[in-house]
């Protein structure tokens, strides 16, 4: 353990305050990472790769280069194993990808520059499929607040690093709520920025008109740190905005007052468990109480979410994967003609569920079926974000759980995919729409923490991390290291 | 119900390998899976436009000039298999 004034008590900003004003090195911070990560990384498994030597020579680096640099520089970043990370490799959480060593830096981490301090890799579900972390064919990572459960998914390494201590603030992806649940389920905030906020160049695609990079941190003030480090626009995709990106911090602490928010009635009733459903509503009278109106704002059409969204991201993998073939890269498994090469790499290259997930949207986009699942499930998507827009016509922030249940136990779903699948409920509308949304830890039942989720409208992070920063305040709930 | 033979024929369109024990559970797993969809049927969306992107995008482009890409070293370096200049596969069927 380290001593009473540890670096680990520290939130990322505070930290980045201190290696700015030149009271701790980015070298020092690294080296407390590195221990830290050797100590509990055995129970945790947060981590595919570490990279202890390379976080020490880059913050050298970095402490090097004083004067100039961001504020964000110095912090070690947990990143997860899904965004490409130069010379450092990128798994995926696959077999087929186990020695493949990206060339270039995902355009998400550029304003880290080339001296991006990175601790490690954090595990995931293979290709960011699923709701646990379990379908990683690096074993599954544990939630720091209770060994024998899942830290929720797809970012379930990036969750439990950060709420462990294996780092001060992670990256994850979010394509159905795969920053927001593990967010969630592991005590930590998780930020799902506006689709096309932050570019997706070097993230490796799952569902690319859904899949979003976004920051899981021990604060909102840390979350908008990271936004800020990782937004803006990238000629390198086609689909990120070329819209400005504004000042994440300025606003934070205006507070609710005035601010009009609206509680789901959709998400608030069957599915999710009463605990959880009590966290909500606690935390919407606490942000009444500071100010707030507060009334309900109904979504007709999330019920049909999650169905269009297990038709939608799955036929997008089916399209996606179809690029792990032997040829370039990765993993092969030699066969007399090339056909046969294509099967049997991809036979023992993927898990279960990335099979799963190929053959059903292989299955909704072929011959006979495409009107019938494909296209009927992008209309319902047009619904939800006219959905939406009605409820942005009446309130700044919509809020819910971010998932229906705490974290669950290992291995009590993952033979169930419609188990698994409906942990996604809450988070999937906001993917399909595009909006951003946030996960902000509301307090605990049955001992694990209960995230609550706050949606708004396209490209206003602002008034989300402010209402998310109220929300922090209100809730009964402070980031406490695990184990 | 999805017959053996269909889930045969989806693989081959993906070009995954499958075991016969694999067939047997992923058809049943995707019965389960497609009988929770079937409800976005019931909509009625026959004049609802479809959303492929929730920006909206349409033809974004970009300037066509020449500049520096990957060399062929680099993309070669991580081939399964190379010839010369050239990633090699197996016969072609």
């Given amino acids: 353990m380290a001593g009473s004034h540890s670096l680990l008590d520290l939130t990322a900003h505070a930290l980045a305050e201190e290696i700015e004003a030149g009271e701790v090195s980015a070298r020092e911070a ?27 020579e880059r913050a050298e680096a970095v402490d090097a280069r004083n004067g100039g640099r961001n504020l964000w520089e ?31 830096d995902a355009s998400a981490l550029r304003n880290f520059g ?29 939630n720091p607040w209770d060994l024998g459960r899942v830290p929720g998914g797809s970012s379930g390494g990036s969750a439990a690093a950060v709420a462990a201590g294996e780092g001060w603030w992670a990256l994850g992806t979010d394509t159905g709520g795969s920053v927001r649940q593990p967010a969630a389920l592991c ?9 096309g906020r932050v570019s997706r160049h070097g993230l490796i695609a799952f569902a690319s008109s859904l899949d979003v ?45 005035g601010l009009r928010i609206g509680v789901v009635p959709e998400l ?86 990335a099979k799963r997930r190929i053959m059903l949207g292989a299955y909704a986009l072929s011959s006979g ?14 619904r939800i974000i006219e959905d939406f827009q009605a409820a942005f016509a009446r309130y700044d922030v919509l809020l819910s759980p971010t998932a229906p249940t705490v974290a669950f136990e290992i291995g009590e779903k993952v033979d169930d995919p419609l188990a698994m699948y409906a942990n996604d409920i809450c988070a999937v509308p906001a993917n399909l729409a595009g909006i951003p949304a946030i996960s902000v830890p509301g307090g605990l039942s049955e001992g694990l923490p209960v995230g609550v989720q706050l949606m708004s409208d396209h490209f206003t992070e602002p008034t989300l991390l402010r209402a998310a920063r109220a929300t922090e305040q209100v809730a009964d709930f402070r980031y406490q290291m695990k184990p | ?34 009988d929770s969809i079937e409800k976005i049927r019931e909509l009625d969306l026959a004049d609802v436009p479809p959303t492929a992107n929730p920006l909206d995008l349409s033809n974004v482009l970009r300037p066509d000039g020449p500049r520096p890409e990957l060399s062929q070293e680099e993309a070669l370096f991580q081939a399964p298999e190379r010839v010369e200049d050239l990633f090699a596969v197996p016969r072609i069927d």
Avoid: W
């Fill in chain 1, 30 to 56: 690294a080296e407390v990472a590195n221990t830290r990560i050797g100590e509990v990384e055995d129970e945790i498994n947060a981590f595919v790769t570490t990279t202890p030597g390379l976080a020490l």
């Fill in chain 1, 74 to 104: 110095g912090v070690p970043l947990v990143v997860k194993d899904v965004l490409s990370t130069r010379g450092v490799r990128t798994t995926c959480g696959s077999r087929i990808l186990e020695n493949f060593e990206p060339l270039y």
């Fill in chain 1, 114 to 142: 080339d001296d991006l301090i990175v601790v490690g890799k954090a595990n995931c579900d293979e290709f960011a499929m699923g709701s646990s972390t379990e379908n990683s064919a690096y074993g599954p990572t544990r």
């Fill in chain 1, 187 to 195: 005590g930590i905030v998780g930020l799902k920025p506006t689709y």
């Fill in chain 1, 213 to 257: 990079v976004g920051p899981m941190t021990r604060d909102v003030r840390d979350g908008a740190l990271l936004l800020q480090a990782i937004a803006g626009h990238d000629p390198r995709d086609s689909t990120s905005a070329n819209v400005e990106v504004p000042d994440y911090l300025t606003n934070l602490e205006d507070g609710v007052e």
């Fill in chain 1, 268 to 353: 608030m009733g069957e599915g999710i468990e009463p605990g959880v459903r009590e966290v909500a509503e606690r935390v919407a009278s606490g942000l009444e109480g500071a100010g707030a109106e507060v009334g309900e704002a109904s979504l007709p059409h999330s019920g049909y979410g999650l169905p269009a969204y297990y038709i939608i991201a799955p036929a997008e993998v089916s399209s996606n994967l179809a690029r792990f073939d032997g040829v370039r890269y990765g993993l092969r498994v030699s066969a007399d003609g090339v056909h046969e090469m294509y099967r049997k790499t991809r036979e023992e290259g993927f898990g279960a569920e």
């Fill in chain 1, 369 to 382: 079926y495409y009107d019938a699942y494909y296209a009927q499930a992008q209309k319902v998507r047009t």
């Fill in chain 2, 1 to 34: 119900m999805i017959s053996e033979e269909q889930v045969r024929h989806v693989a081959n369109l993906a070009r995954l390998g499958l075991t016969d024990d694999e067939i047997e559970k992923i058809g049943g797993q995707l019965d389960a899976i497609l």
